[in-house]
C-alpha cells in the first residue's frame, strides 16, 4: 500500500541495524519459512519500507514482520494502521465480518455461485466499500472455495494459526482449482480492483494445504501444487491489474517457485508470461524480454502453439519499448504464425481469453510503444470489434487502448468516442489499469477541449475523477 505523499519510516531502519538491505531481507524471507508464510522480500521492497512508501504492509508481510519482533506493534515498525491507510472501506468492512466458517449455500453445477456480485449496485462511487463487501462474502461464502476454508478451519483466521488437515484429498485439491476458475470469471467481469483482497485468502488456505504435505497419491500431488502456483498467479494478477506491482512480483515468483518445486514446465511458463507482462508494466523492458524468452523456453517442452504465440507477444512488447522495431516486427511475426496454426487440446486453461481479440490488442501496444498510433489504432479497433461483450473488463480495455492511440494519432472526435464507450462500461468494471489509460486520454484531448464531443468526454471523465 502505497502514499503519494511518503514519510521516511526511522523505526523500521532502525530496526534494521547494520545489516544491508539485502541481509535484511533474506532474514525476512528466511522468518516467513519459519511460519509458513510466502513472501518474496528483496532489498528493493526494505529501501521502499524504510522510504515510508509503504505505509502499512500486507497481510503476509505483516505476520512476518511481528514474527520476527515479538511483543511490538505495527506502530513500533514506524507503519501506520491498516484503517488509516485503506479508509472507510476497511473500518466497514471489519464491521461486517462474517461468521468464522460461513455455511456455503447449496448450488446446483454449472450455475454460477456468483449471483450476488452482479447484482451488487456499482454504479455510484459511495457504493465501493459496499461492493468490496459484497464481493469479498461471495467469494468466501459461496462453492467449494468455502470447502476449501472450512477444511482449514479457515475464515478470518490468519494463515499461520490454521490447523493443517490430516489429509489432502481430492475434494481439497478440486477447491483450490475451482478457486482459480472463480477468480478469472470475476476478474473477466469486474476487473481486479474490488477482488484482490477477497482472493488472499483462498490463496493462503491453498498454500496451507500443500505444506501440510499429507498427500499421498503423486496425481493429487500434482495437482495441488499446480492448482496452488495457478492461484498465485490469478492473486497476483489481480495486484498487477490493481496496479500494486510490488505485490504483484511476489505472487508471480512464489508461483515460480512452486512450479520449479513440482517440476511443472506449464505452470513455469505461465509464471514467466506474467512475469514479462508484469515488467513491461514497471518499465522494466529488458527484463520483460528476458522473461518471455524464459517462458518460451518453457513452453518449448509442452504442445501449445497458442502459449508460443503470447509469450513472442510478451517478447515484442518487450522490444517495442526497447525501441528495437526489427526485433518487435520478428517476435510478432512468430506470434502470428503461433497463433495462426490453431488451437488444441493442449492450451492451458487459463488461456481462454487469449483469442484474436487480445492477439490484436498485444499488436496495438506494440505499435503503440513504437510510436505508430495510427496502425496502434487499426489493430486495438479490430480488439474492440472481436471482443466478445462478457469479457467486460478486456473490451474496457481495449477501448481505453483505442481512445489513446485515436488521440495520439490526430482524431480527437473519434478518441473521444471511445473513451465515452468506455466510462459506459465502468460502473460495473474496476481496474486501475484503464482508469490510467483513460487518464492518459484526457490528457492528450486536453487541447481540442473546445470540440464538442471532446468537451463532453472531458467532463465526463472530471466527475468520474472528482467521485474516485
Known sequence: MTSSRAVPNPAFRRLRGQRSPGE???????????????????????????????????????????????????????????????????????????????????????????????????????????????????????????????????????????????????????????????????????GADGLYRSAAQPLRAAYTLLDAGTTTRRATAHRLYAGAGELSISVGWLAHDSGRFDEARSHYAEALATARIAGDHALEAHAFCNTSFLARDAGQYREAVRAAQAGRRAAARLSSRRLLSLLALREAGGRAWLGDRTGCEQALSQAHGYFERGPSDSDPEWMSFFGEPELEAQEALCHAALGDWARAARHAYRATVLQQPHFARNLALYRAELATDLARAGAPDEAAAAGHQVLDLLDDVQSSRILTKLAATARVLLPHRRLPEVGAFLERHATLKARA
Open 24 to 190: 535484511f531481507a533474506a532474514a525476512v524471507r528466511r522468518a516467513a519459512r519459519e511460519i509458513g508464510e510466502h513472501v518474496a522480500c528483496d532489498a528493493r521492497y526494505i529501501g521502499r519500507v524504510e522510504a515510508g512508501e509503504i505505509r502499512c504492509p500486507n497481510y503476509a508481510y505483516e505476520r512476518v514482520f511481528l514474527h520476527m519482533f515479538p511483543g511490538l506493534t505495527l506502530r513500533d515498525l514506524g507503519f501506520s494502521a491498516r484503517e488509516d491507510v485503506r479508509g472507510r472501506a476497511a473500518r466497514v468492512t471489519a464491521q461486517r465480518r462474517p461468521p468464522a466458517v460461513p455455511s456455503p449455500t447449496p448450488t446446483p453445477r454449472p450455475a454460477p455461485a456468483w449471483t450476488p456480485v452482479s447484482t451488487a449496485p456499482t454504479n455510484h462511487p459511495s457504493d465501493t466499500s459496499e461492493e468490496s463487501d459484497v464481493l469479498r462474502r461471495a467469494f468466501m461464502t459461496t462453492g467449494p472455495a468455502t470447502v476449501m476454508a472450512a477444511s482449514l478451519g479457515l475464515g478470518e483466521a490468519p494463515a499461520a494459526s490454521v490447523p493443517a488437515p490430516r489429509r489432502v484429498g481430492e475434494a481439497e485439491v478440486h477447491a483450490v482449482e475451482e478457486a482459480v476458475r472463480r477468480i478469472r470469471l470475476l476478474d473477466d467481469r469486474h
